[in-house]
């Protein structure tokens, strides 16, 4: 048994249910009826619920791995300047030109191994355990770089 409806809708949505009828040999009021019973049909809500779902898990972990990686990214800078500052003993001036230039060498030394660990995929934020991120204050308290 069919029923009829009237209903309104805007001109481009008519516009694009007529091109599609035209286009795929259908009547217009199939292509309606699929598109209601497909937003009616409880089993299209529950799909689009698990993928959102889907995606937020995805997103969340991705998050947490940025999270995490950022924190052992600010830690190490942190451990590092504080043992290079710690270290490192003032230069006499007449020193210090020759120093620059032995620093620019390393540097370029670094950024160009830092560019092969790179193109290679190799990560030291990969090389470093999960569990690692959950140490605790007391761990960190009783590291080496802290008593100096």
Known sequence: ???????????????RINELSERKKIARSAIVEAAVASFLSPDAADRREAAFARRMDRLSRQ????????????????????LWLTITPPLPSDGQAAAQIKGRERFEGFVETLGK????????????????????????AASPVEDR
């Open 1 to 15: 048994m069919r029923d009829r409806l009237n209903l309104t809708l805007p001109v481009e949505m008519i516009t």
């Open 63 to 82: 998050s947490q791995r940025i999270e995490r990686d950022l924190g052992v990214t600010a830690e190490t800078l942190a451990l590092f300047v504080r």
């Open 117 to 140: 660990r790179l193109q290679k995929g190799q990560s030291f934020l990969r090389e470093i355990p999960e569990d690692v991120a959950g140490t605790t204050e007391s761990s960190e």
